[in-house]
């Protein structure tokens, strides 16, 4: 007999609730916001309608399937099932925190905000969530297959992101490493930067465009599902040992790109969760590649 398909509703710890943990209470934390100029009342307008949507959307999941909630500072510690559909309750980074987690679940974006959230992830209104998880679990379903981007180091950890993985000093200090296209070691390169950026066409709207936009990049960016990735160095530095030329590249589905360590310490991390991080220290490897797995998002 298998199990009835799991609605997994994942959101975030909202700004009013991170204020009352911090100030203890209402009154505390409306003084602490109006000395900088804030409404506190602002504040608690979007956490009701965070929390009514959240509200919505679990009532609109059938009876006879299971359910449950994580929030996003809980998703390394959940167990996701291959029945699971994955409704992501917020803003569109929240899909991106979640993806990582995920093998082929189908997601279902439901935007809390719209109007304030640009709604490229979180595509859909909280009165859609019934349709939305019938055609979930349908044979065929309608969903875009997001390129996601994957970090292996030499000791078989793996790190998989949606936007795009950062690697390097975990202050974003000067870290030193060796760069090489993964097929031809003879054309590796000694740098020292503030990091490499390896990422999606999902995240070519965030961080990387920034990056390819401010060097004036010849580069074409990738579309969301364009099975390519792009990278670039952050601030490369010459100097007599190390060099400058390999600051910035593509690669295609059997690409990647090879990096050894030479710091005591560098990390690697997705989508900007700094808490959930490949650590890397002298002489390791890591290669970074497409990743196998996609983020299927309904349409």
């Known amino acids: 007999m298998s199990l009835a398909p799991r609605a997994v509703l994942v959101h975030r710890t909202s700004e009013y609730e991170e204020l009352l943990a911090r100030h203890g209470t209402h009154g505390q934390a409306g003084f602490f916001l109006s ?3 804030r409404s506190i009342e602002d504040v608690a307008e979007r956490h009701r309608r965070a929390r009514r949507a959240l509200a919505d959307a679990a009532a609109a999941v059938p009876l006879n399937w299971r359910q449950a909630r994580v ?35 189908p997601v279902v974006g439901i935007d809390t905000e ?23 679990v349908t044979p065929r379903c309608a969903c875009d297959e997001l390129t996601m981007v994957e970090a292996v180091a030499d000791n078989t950890e793996r790190l998989r992101a949606l936007n795009e993985i950062y690697l390097g000093r975990p ?3 000067s870290a030193r490493y060796r760069l090489s ?4 070691t003879d054309a590796s390169e000694a740098q020292a930067s503030s990091g490499v950026l390896v990422g999606t ?22 579309g969301p599902a364009d099975p390519r990735l792009i990278w670039f160095v952050r601030e490369a530095w010459p100097s007599p040992t190390t060099g400058t030329s390999l600051v910035e590249g593509t690669l295609g589905r059997s690409e990647q790109l090879r990096l050894v360590v030479e710091s005591d310490r560098l990390v690697a991390f997705g989508d900007g969760i ?16 497409i990743a196998d797995t996609t983020l299927r998002l309904l349409l």
């Open 35 to 37: 000395s900088r100029g």
């Open 71 to 105: 929030d996003r500072a809980d998703l390394d510690r959940f167990l996701f099932g291959p029945e699971d559909v994955v409704v992501v309750v917020g803003a569109d980074g929240l899909v991106a925190n979640t993806a990582k987690y995920l093998s082929g679940q």
């Open 171 to 173: 202050g974003h200090q």
């Open 181 to 184: 296209p993964a097929d031809d």
């Open 114 to 136: 719209p109007g304030r959230n640009p709604g490229v992830l979180v595509r859909h209104r909280t009165k859609d969530t019934a349709r939305l998880l019938a055609a979930a």
């Open 201 to 222: 066409g999902t995240g070519a709207t965030g961080w990387l465009r920034s990056l390819w936009q401010e060097r004036a990049s010849g580069l074409q960016l990738p």
């Open 274 to 289: 700094e808490s959930d991080a490949l650590e890397l220290t002298w002489g390791q490897t890591v290669r970074l590649g």
